[in-house]
């Protein structure tokens, strides 16, 4: 293959290149991270090797064509409208997938890029607007008094609570939830979460459901489904293969969907399917510490639906829990437990798994 080379207009923290080596040896700078995925960008080789998160199983490495990478970076520009010159920030970790292709976008389609550590506050104390970043959602939380600094945003990497997309709407950055996968080099699709006119006097559940529209393909995307429901991805700019999801969705469209949850966290109990996501959603609104649901083999339901919460033991949280009006009857956790520290993975992402062997020990 012949070697990638980058955008004339290119720049990384402000400095222009005028060859593959000159950037790669201010890469060196940076960090180790970005110098080692720079120069397997430029070498001859037509993939890259990338690892999967591990949120939802084993971290792998997987092999992603350049071709698929740099197709993807410009769905991404087409979608949004970011061309040549727009400024951007990178602060997520360049060790996966979202990082890596901040970094491709860039040198794509000729951002002036910036790269500052992933922190959770990553906008504070900077002076200096951004066309456009990414961020997974502790790091929204947390830069909320600052995200005027970013005119487009992109969410990933785990669920926005309802509590954090009321906090959004009347702020000037468009603010979008994506969805994606490493197998398909980041978002194929998104929503926006925010400048949605009817949400702004003040939000309710009812009202998240029906003024935040769904997700939306990128470019040569198309959806079907198979008979679970999951969603079936057909990308050839970015996949040579279908992906066959475990995500459940309402299908609206092959272009337009709304998740529903994860096939695998479906919780069978006493005959009834249970999503374990939209019960998150409900609770969210009452429990500020990070938890999740799951179901547990029980001798009369099949399974049963358990509340597992992190940090100390809290009567008041847990008898709100049980008096909640949106929950049905099916949908009310029949035990609730504490832990003082879930497991996650690199990415900050909860390992529930793992975490709920610990529940098994108390």
């Not at 794509?108 to 504070?124: F, M, Q, R």
């Not at 559940?205 to 040569?220: A, G, R, V």
């Not at 079907?224 to 999801?245: F, H, Y």
Request: glycine fraction near 6%.
């Amino acid at each position: 293959m012949k070697k990638n080379t980058f955008h004339k207009s290119f720049q990384l923290n402000g400095e222009s290149f005028s060859s593959e080596e000159e950037l790669l040896s201010f890469s060196k700078r940076i960090n180790n991270s970005v110098f080692s995925f720079l120069s397997d960008w430029f070498n001859t080789e037509d993939f890259i090797i990338v690892q999967t998160s591990g949120s939802t199983g084993k971290p792998k490495p997987i092999p992603l064509k350049k071709e698929f990478m740099k197709n993807s970076a410009e769905a991404t520009g087409t979608f949004f409208e970011l061309k040549e010159n727009t400024t951007a920030l990178l602060c997520l970790s360049t060790d996966y997938i979202a990082g890596k292709m901040m970094l491709v976008r860039a040198l794509t389609l000729g951002w002036k890029l910036d790269i500052v550590e992933a922190i959770s506050n990553p906008l504070e104390g900077m002076d200096k607007v951004y066309d456009f970043s990414a961020m997974v959602p502790m790091q929204l939380q947390n830069s909320l008094k600052d995200l005027h600094k970013v005119k487009k945003l992109i969410v990933g990497g785990g669920v926005v609570s309802n509590d954090l997309i009321s906090a959004i709407q009347n702020l000037s950055t468009q603010v979008f939830a994506t969805y994606g996968m490493t197998e398909t080099i980041t978002h194929i699709a998104v929503k926006s979460l925010n400048n949605c006119a009817p949400l702004r006097g003040g939000m309710t559940k009812q009202s998240i459901d029906n003024e935040i529209p769904h997700y939306k393909t990128l470019p040569n995307v198309y959806l079907s489904q198979d008979n679970r429901n999951c969603l079936i991805i057909d990308a050839p700019k970015v996949s040579e293969e279908r992906i066959v999801t475990n995500d459940v969705v309402h299908l609206i469209s092959e272009t337009e969907f709304e998740w529903l949850g994860r096939y695998d966290n479906v919780i069978n109990s006493g005959g009834v399917k249970l999503h374990p996501e939209k019960i998150e959603e409900k609770l969210s609104k009452i429990i500020l510490n990070r938890f999740f649901v799951a179901g547990v083999p029980d001798q009369k339901l099949g399974e049963k639906l358990i509340l597992v919460i992190e940090g100390e033991k809290d009567s008041v949280i847990s008898n709100k829990v049980r008096n909640l009006n949106e929950l049905s009857k099916y949908e009310t956790p029949k035990e609730i437990y504490f832990v003082e520290e879930f497991i996650e993975t690199e990415t900050k992402k909860i390992q529930r798994k793992k975490t709920l062997d610990l529940v098994r020990f108390l």
